[in-house]
């Protein structure tokens, strides 16, 4: 059986576009797990959608631990293969299926759609991803580029976490999201954790998903996703670099030095959210402080 994850975060009209989009000529079961949202989808996923799981946390837990609540959700009911997705996105027709057909030919690997714009589904946004030396910046392959530049199959360094398949057993050897994440990167991480494992990444891109990007995020402070790129930027980096973590160390004190330069120069950049918001993802990674963004938890 296959089990398609998508996690909610106060856009239940997403989500129930999302699980709509499945599907497939297998057995699927669909899960849906809303991170404590305002107001609960429940009743109204129930209505559109009678034989969806809908699991409710009762605190907002991030992306990664709301995926991993899923796999555990989907492995217990019998599943065998999953699709994490984002509720922003909709899976293309046959998508589902040609991403069962592509784990017969690449088994145990991770493997990812095409991913392009749901305004301009000829347009990709992602077609996996690759690392920039030596500080481990991940990119995005293929954005802007035509869908039709795309043809084959391909292994990636990572790809993104807006839809990752995988058999329940890959699952087990790469082992669950890396929940000190919260919100970004922990796809990248997981990635780089199943080619650690001798696990390859593989975009499919005959299997298409249309994203609208950032949609979920999009709700959030600018201030707060730039606190979430540089703590979880030096939290991957300093995992992964591998000899190149003292380049990393070096990055992080020149980091260090500007914040304190600024701070004692112009003590207005104390009260600028947007600069500040650095200040704490710095601060907080040498403490070990992961999870939610604490200003707006």
Known sequence: MIAVVIVNWNDTAASIRALRSVQTSEPVLTILVDNASL????????DALPGTQVLRLPANCGYAAACNHGVRAAVAAGAEHLLVMNNDAELAPEALD???AADRQHPGSVLAPLIVYTDAPDEVWSAGGYLEPPCVRNHHLGLGDPRSAHTASHPVEWATG???FF???TFERIGPFDEKFFLYLEDVDWCLRARRAGIRTWIIPDAVVRHEVSRTTGALPSATIRYYAYRNHFRLAFRHAGWARVVVAGELVWTLAKISVRQIASP???HDAWYHARTRAVRDFLFGRFGPDPVVS
Do not use: E, G
Request: glycine content about 0%; hydrophobic content about 45%; some cysteine.
């Open 268 to 270: 207005a950049f104390r």
């Open 167 to 169: 058999s329940r057993s």
């Open 98 to 100: 040609r991403l069962v």
């Open 162 to 164: 807006c839809a990752l």
């Open 39 to 46: 107001d609960d989808p429940t009743a109204a996923v129930r």
